[in-house]
């Protein structure tokens, strides 16, 4: 079945660590987001890629950073991880961003993040 | 700008119940409107969806209609097992705005008791 596959599902990291999460997907869609989601609260985005259109939302800090080195893998990197950024981080794609059209966007499964 | 406002949950319901969520939204243009569901660890799925006024997207027996008069989207479904405690999200996504971009509501959680 194609999907959105984020790995690892659990990550521990130590504050101030460097920590990267990944994400893949099968669909072949031409954009990748990146959200984060905090406890009882809707995903608030942090970027998205439209193939190697790299966008930031203006209130994303920059302790996080992304990477798209293919259609199929999209990376996050949080450079000094601290205590207020443990949450879920959740990876979504979809087929494009047209004029005429909006797309569903396709989510993976997660990776919650524990800072200590 | 783009809103989307759910109902505060958590909305506790017996099986069989019949459920309603009530979502309405702001949007400067015409959007698409969108149900996601997510259940406990697990990500978002996509519930339903509608694209202009009057459709009405159907899936896994819930039910929304796009009302423009009253600018609503309201999740229903006849009756709820246990399977379906999660929490729900409305979402709308608007070309005229912001790239189409995805503006979701502060999510619904449901529990469903036997």
């Known amino acids: 079945d194609a999907m959105v596959i984020q790995n690892p599902r659990y990550q521990v990291t130590q504050f101030g660590k460097p920590v990267t999460l990944s994400c893949s997907q099968t669909?072949?869609?031409?954009?990748m987001y990146w959200y984060q989601q905090k406890s009882s609260q809707a995903p608030k985005l942090l970027f998205h890629?439209?193939?190697?259109?790299?966008?930031n939302e203006a209130d994303t800090p920059d302790n996080f950073q992304s990477r798209r080195p293919n259609t199929s893998f999209c990376f996050l990197d949080i450079r000094s991880p601290g205590l207020g950024d443990a949450a879920m981080y959740l990876c979504?794609?979809?087929?494009?961003?047209?004029?005429?059209?909006?797309?569903?966007?396709?989510f993976g499964p997660g990776t919650r993040l524990t800072v200590t | 700008g783009n809103s989307v406002t759910q109902m505060e949950g958590p909305v506790t319901l017996s099986e069989e119940a019949f459920l309603t969520i009530n979502c309405t939204y702001t949007?400067?243009?015409?959007?698409?409107l969108f149900w996601y569901v997510q259940y406990p660890g697990e990500g978002l799925q996509l519930l339903l969806k509608?694209?202009?006024?009057?459709d009405k997207g159907s899936n896994k027996g819930f039910e929304a209609t796009y009302r423009k008069e009253t600018t609503s989207f309201h999740l229903e479904k006849g009756s709820v097992q246990v399977s379906d405690s999660a929490v729900y999200f409305c979402?709308?996504?608007?070309?005229?705005?912001?790239?189409?971009?995805?503006?979701f509501g502060a999510g619904t959680q449901v529990v469903v008791t036997p």
């Open positions: 949007a400067t243009g015409y959007p698409s």
């Open positions: 669909l072949n869609h031409n954009v």
């Open positions: 979504a794609t979809s087929r494009g961003l047209e004029t005429s059209a909006i797309y569903e966007q396709y």
């Open positions: 509608a694209t202009k006024a009057d």
């Open positions: 979402a709308l996504s608007d070309q005229s705005d912001s790239w189409g971009k995805f503006q």
């Open positions: 890629y439209y193939d190697k259109d790299f966008n």
